[in-house]
């Protein structure tokens, strides 16, 4: 295992905290504590850029507080952030750069979260593989309490300081975890945790966690773990009990880390094994209901009768999260239920063109120009019920909705199939 000695001198790049900026800027992000916009700090780029520099060459930069920012959980809870000042953004990233290749060789094949090259579709793909292919149908489901809020830092530069030796680096490290966070207008310590947020945090989480998943690994256990989901997977129900009781062990004690075990339970994929926002089964992959409920409910609430915008509007803004969340759960199999919403999305729109043709009168003019004959029936434009009236689909057809640039569910393709690719690229 290689071990690197000097690399604070690379943090005194022009250029690398140039390529850093890039980043942060494509990230966007909200200001910190000093409210200095990414659009400000890049006013001046040049300049905000040497002024790093010489600080970290006089060893006279030190990382501001965190901004407090809570966003509200599924569950009812609350997930705490931490947003830093964009030059904190800046050199976090140039840092993040640095150390990432070094430790990356060393990740676990099964760890996907937060790496390059990796996503949420990779491991979806791996737990799915481990299912069918080799028959581990009793699966542990772990959830971590707070896992980022939790990370012991004397645990996180020992971890670091098995392949960094530098110790301006590992300083300049523990800056940062010790930074502390503004609440409110008052400086609170961290003596534990790497606020979520941070730019570095994911690396940090993955460098503390590693420790998991090679422990899980000397033991023969097969794992997929994202962030802090985990998944262990096994042939029989009493090897899952077994495998709960080790990994609850290597987490609480060697980890310090809070096991959720009001969440944290084992499943059986004929059930369904909830990961990542899909159940994977025995034989299928399907969305989980509440994410398909969550969904319908944003697409509900852009596409009230009374918006008074443009169809065309609508659809525009429709299909941002159309799009977004087909190329997401097109991994599962989801054809059907992805036709339901594409026609039931279809009414919802036919009923807002109709509340904006007021009157009849323009349905029936509307009807002729597509070539049909009358007579019509006058129906009430503003009624749920008649959206879905034979009248209403032929004035707009499915394909009428395409040529308005409508995304259109039922023709995206849905369902995994192994390739012999991903099979090597997950192994």
């Known amino acids: ?55 970290l060459k006089t060893k006279q930069y030190r990382p501001q507080p965190v901004r407090r920012v809570e966003i509200p959980k599924e569950d009812g809870g ?92 590992l300083e300049l ?16 310590a961290t003596t534990i945790g790497s606020p979520q947020g941070g730019v570095i945090s994911p690396l940090i989480a993955n460098i503390y966690l590693d420790e998991f998943d090679q422990e899980m690994r000397k033991r023969g256990h097969r794992i997929v773990r994202y962030a802090d989901d985990i998944l262990i997977f096994c042939r029989s129900r009493k090897g899952a009990e077994n495998a709960l009781i080790q990994a609850t062990k290597i987490l609480e004690k060697r ?72 190329q997401y759960f097109r991994i599962a199999n989801t054809k059907g239920e992805f036709k339901k919403i594409a026609s039931w999305l279809r009414r919802r729109l036919r009923s807002i063109q109709l509340k904006l043709w007021k009157k009849p009168s323009r349905l029936h003019r509307w009807l002729k120009q597509m070539g049909y004959k009358p007579p019509f029936n006058y129906i009430k434009m503003s009624s749920w019920k008649n959206s879905a009236s034979p009248l209403a689909h032929h004035a707009m057809t499915k394909q009428w909705f395409l040529e308005q640039g409508l995304v259109d569910l039922g023709h995206v393709a849905t369902g995994y199939v192994f390739s012999e690719y991903t099979e090597w690229k997950c192994a």
């Open 78 to 169: 609350v997930r705490l952030l931490g947003i830093p000042t964009v030059r904190d953004r800046v050199v976090q990233q140039s840092l993040n750069d640095l150390l990432t290749p070094i430790f990356e060789a060393q990740f676990h094949p099964s760890n996907f979260g937060y790496r390059p090259r990796r996503s949420c579709h990779d491991a979806i793909n791996k737990a799915t593989m481990f299912i069918r292919r080799y028959g581990l149908n009793h699966v542990v489901d772990m959830d971590l309490s707070k896992c980022f809020d939790k990370l012991d830092h004397k645990f996180i530069l020992r971890c670091i300081r098995k392949r960094v030796k530098d110790s301006s680096l």
């Open 173 to 188: 490290i523990k800056q940062f975890l010790e930074s502390g966070v503004m609440i409110n207008g008052h400086w609170q």
């Open 255 to 326: 980890l310090k880390l809070t096991v959720n075990t009001t969440k944290s339970h084992i499943a059986h994929s004929d059930e369904g094994v909830k990961f990542l926002g899909v159940e994977i089964g025995t034989k299928y992959t399907r969305v989980q209901s509440k994410k398909l409920t969550c969904f319908k409910a944003k697409l509900k609430a852009m596409t009230k009768r009374n918006g008074g915008k443009p169809l065309r509007d609508v659809i525009k803004q429709v299909n941002l999260i159309l799009r977004g969340f087909s």
């Open 1 to 55: 295992m290689r071990v690197y000695y000097s690399l604070y001198g690379h943090l005194l790049n022009k250029e690398r905290l140039k390529q850093g900026f890039k980043k942060v800027w494509k990230s966007k992000g909200a200001a910190g504590i000093d409210q200095q916009s990414l659009h400000d700090f890049a006013l001046n780029l040049s300049d905000n850029l040497d002024q790093l520099i010489l600080e």
